[in-house]
């Protein structure tokens, strides 16, 4: 048949076909799921909105919002495994040309177009079987089900994602999921509904044929291929038996180990959502953990209550590790709270009704063993003087005036913490008296203390004597006086 007869034949025609049986019920298939993904995975990104919520309930509660989002996620990665194995059946049993892979023509094609919709030329560019905005979705489509996937699979199984992976994925997964969702809705709606429904009404995913006008418009140059007879020979019947033999036993293997990998991916992980029974009633679908005391919401966790009380005054003691630290400390946390920050201490801990603190012990009696005062005795000096600012010198283990027992461990560089220098306020019933204004620091001995005469400080200056000290140094020996009353300077 002469290249004329050919053309004339090709000029008679008034269809192509475009997309076969197979083809379209694929894309029948990826509508439905595409659709049941979108429709069951918006309302939980955007759950708290009223009109998400309003349809949850109306598709019968979050659980079967859920169950049906992860019934079209595996349709869907059923229906990629499918997809892989029919491509691969046309590149490597029939030959066909990779139309859909893009080349550098559809830079061209594309410029051409914005030229043309500019009114810079009269002519627009004859485009292949598939354009460059085919192209562009197809691979935008493959991309986002790759995200979709992975993301979709740190979402349904976060405990396994948690082993091999930081915590900090799991929010980010479902940032990505979320994000990718809308971008491929907002796609199909704006772009692909434009392009197929809109522009013009594309009938060749229910037909599978285009007319001559249609491919003339929208595949100008796959058009002048088929007038002239310029496509691809289907391969022989023997080449294509072979092929087929060959490729028919690895496409099975394929197969059942891409069910498989959908079976694992869907079965991987049994949740704490899975192995409780349902709830019964309607419950809501988020229900976030916040630091401050609310009364409980249903499902939600009342934190008042899941700490112990703090039974003291914490202004200014807003450092709970300095008391609360490790071994060796005041009253040290608990083993497994090692580590926290004090940043997260007031997340459980609530400050409960302080107890009214008992009389000042006498100095010298024993550390009782009751619990620890509420709020810290006040210093009865101040501690600005050079005198005093050495704290464990008086009030260290053994010394003139040793502190609790508990305070065995502690350093100058605590005591500050708790231990405020006294006010000018009345003392209370048994407590030591303030100092007179100008004290805070010792006065000097008027006499060398390595005489034999001046060694028994008690003799002089002790209670009843001829120069008895302070009433708050009453119950001081000799062996303390040295500790702040030095010899005066010759």
């Known amino acids: 048949m002469s290249k004329g007869a050919v053309e004339a034949m090709a000029q008679e025609k008034t269809h192509y076909i475009r997309f076969s049986v ?15 993904l979108a429709v ?14 309003g349809f949850i309930a109306l598709l019968g509660g979050i659980e079967m919002v859920r169950t049906l989002h992860h019934i079209a ?15 691969a059946y046309k590149v490597f049993v029939r030959r066909v040309e990779m139309t859909m892979l893009p080349v550098l023509k559809d830079i061209t094609d594309a410029l051409d177009i914005v030229r043309f919709n500019l009114g810079l030329t009269r002519e627009r560019a004859k485009l292949p079987r598939y354009s460059y905005e085919e192209k562009a979705e197809y ?12 993301t979709g699979f740190m979402l349904w199984n976060p405990i396994a994602t948690a082993r091999f992976l930081p915590g900090q994925v799991i929010p980010a997964a479902k940032a990505a999921h979320g994000g990718e969702a809308i971008l491929a809705v907002l796609a199909i709606l704006v772009w692909h509904f434009y392009h197929v429904h809109l522009k013009v009404f594309n009938k060749s995913i229910f037909t599978g044929k285009l007319d001559r006008h249609q491919m003339e418009h929208e595949h100008g140059a796959e058009l002048e291929q088929l007038e002239r007879g310029l496509t691809r020979p289907a391969p022989r019947p023997e080449v294509l038996r072979k092929r087929e033999l060959l490729f028919i036993p690895v496409a099975t293997v394929i197969a059942v180990l891409g069910a498989l990998f959908v079976y694992w991916f869907a079965t991987f992980e049994e949740t704490a959502i899975a192995t409780v029974p349902p709830v019964m009633k309607s419950v809501p679908a988020f229900a976030p953990l916040t630091p401050t005391p609310v009364s409980t919401p249903p499902g939600g966790v009342d934190n008042a209550k899941i700490g112990a009380a703090i039974t003291h005054d914490i202004a200014g003691k807003e450092q709970c590790l300095t008391c609360h630290g490790g071994k060796g400390s005041l009253s040290p946390m608990p083993a497994d709270h090692e580590g926290r920050p004090v940043a997260s201490c007031l997340v459980c801990h609530r400050p409960g009704p302080t107890p009214t603190p008992g009389p000042t012990r006498a100095s010298g009696a024993a550390t009782p063993a009751a619990a620890p005062a509420a709020k810290a005795v006040p210093a009865n000096h101040t501690a600005a003087a050079d005198a005093f600012k050495d704290c464990v010198a008086c009030h260290g283990p053994g010394k003139m005036k040793p502190g609790p027992a508990s305070h065995a461990a502690f350093t100058n560089d605590t005591c500050a913490t708790c231990h405020k220098p006294a006010g000018a306020a009345a003392p209370t019933a048994g407590a030591t008296p303030a100092p007179a204004a100008g004290a805070g620091k010792a006065v000097p001995a008027n006499h060398a203390a390595a005489a034999d005469t001046f060694k028994d400080c ?28 030095k010899p005066a300077p010759k």
């Not at 069951?40 to 919520?53: C, D, H, M, S």
């Not at 996620?73 to 491509?87: F, G, N, P, R, S």
């Open 73 to 87: 996620a595996i349709v869907l990665a059923l229906e990629t495994v499918y997809h892989v194995i029919v491509l």
């Open 22 to 36: 197979a083809q379209r019920l694929e894309h029948l298939l990826l509508i439905a799921s595409f659709t049941a």
């Open 458 to 485: 008690v003799a002089c200056h002790g209670p009843g004597k001829m120069k008895p000290g302070p009433a708050s140094h009453a119950a001081f020996t000799n062996d303390t006086c040295a500790t702040c009353h």
């Open 40 to 53: 069951t995975g918006l309302p939980q990104k955007f759950v708290g909105n009223a009109l998400a919520e």
């Open 139 to 150: 691979w935008a489509m493959i991309w986002g089900t790759l995200v979709m996937g992975l």
